[in-house]
C-alpha cells in the first residue's frame, strides 16, 4: 500500500457520502497522481479486492466493502499481502 493508494481509496469513499464511482481520469483530476500512476493503483487495488469495477466496459471503479474497511483501519497493511 502506498500514500497513492490511500488517496484513491479515500477519493472513492466520497468522504462518507455515497461512495463514487470514477474512472482513473477522475481520479487523477482530484488527486495529487499522473494518470499512469493512478492505472497501476487501480489495478494493484483491484487485485487486492479494494477496488473493483463498477462498469469494465467504460472503465469505471468504486470502493469494495474490504476497501472501506481498511479505511477504517479494522484491517493492516500485512493483511493485504
Known sequence: MTRADDSILEFLLNEGNEPLVA???????????????????????????????????????????????YLAGELKKDDLE
Do not use: C, F, M, W
Open 23 to 69: 474512472n482513473p481520469a477522475t481520479v487523477e483530476a482530484n488527486i495529487d497522481y499522473k494518470i499512469s500512476h493512478v492505472r497501476r493503483r487501480l489495478r494493484a487495488l483491484e487485485d487486492a479486492d479494494l477496488v473493483e469495477y463498477h462498469d469494465p466496459d467504460r472503465g469505471l471503479y468504486q470502493i469494495t466493502d474490504r476497501g472501506r474497511a
